[in-house]
């Protein structure tokens, strides 16, 4: 299983960006996704979930992010989406796509829960 993140860079707060999670080795539809992030000195943790057709086939939202961050997925691509909108300085994270345990996204916001990995994105919001 293959998990390859793009899309990250340096944006200027209220910028917008797009992350991809290309992924192989597995078909989608059997997976729920989550993209986790990690500031630097803090620790990673999962922001938003997308669960699939063995689930509830909802998306799920930490409440800081709601409104801002978008999360969707292509299974006939076998990629998963991270649309981020109005970024500001505190969105500065290695950026991780994973799946998860939970068809339905349960725990999606503690790291233990995720199984494959990518190796990350980094997107920095400075002015």
């Known amino acids: 299983v293959q998990l390859v993140e793009s899309g990250g860079g340096s944006v200027q707060p209220g910028e917008s960006l797009t992350l991809s999670c290309v992924v192989s080795?597995?078909?989608?539809?059997?997976?729920?996704f989550t993209w986790l992030r990690q500031a630097a000195g803090k620790e990673r943790e999962g922001v938003v979930c997308?669960?699939?057709?063995?689930?509830?086939?909802?998306?799920y939202y930490v409440d800081s992010l709601k409104g801002r961050f978008t999360v969707s997925r292509d299974d006939a691509k076998n990629t998963v989406y991270l649309q981020m909108n109005d970024l500001k300085p505190e969105d500065t994270a290695v950026y991780y796509c994973?799946?998860?345990?939970?068809?339905?996204?349960?725990?999606?916001?503690?790291?233990?829960?995720?199984?494959?990995w990518g190796r990350g994105t980094q997107v920095t919001v400075s002015s």
């Open positions: 997308a669960s699939n057709s063995n689930g509830d086939n909802k998306k």
């Open positions: 994973a799946t998860i345990i939970s068809n339905y996204c349960a725990g999606y916001q503690d790291p233990k829960w995720a199984e494959f």
């Open positions: 080795g597995v078909n989608l539809e059997y997976y729920a």
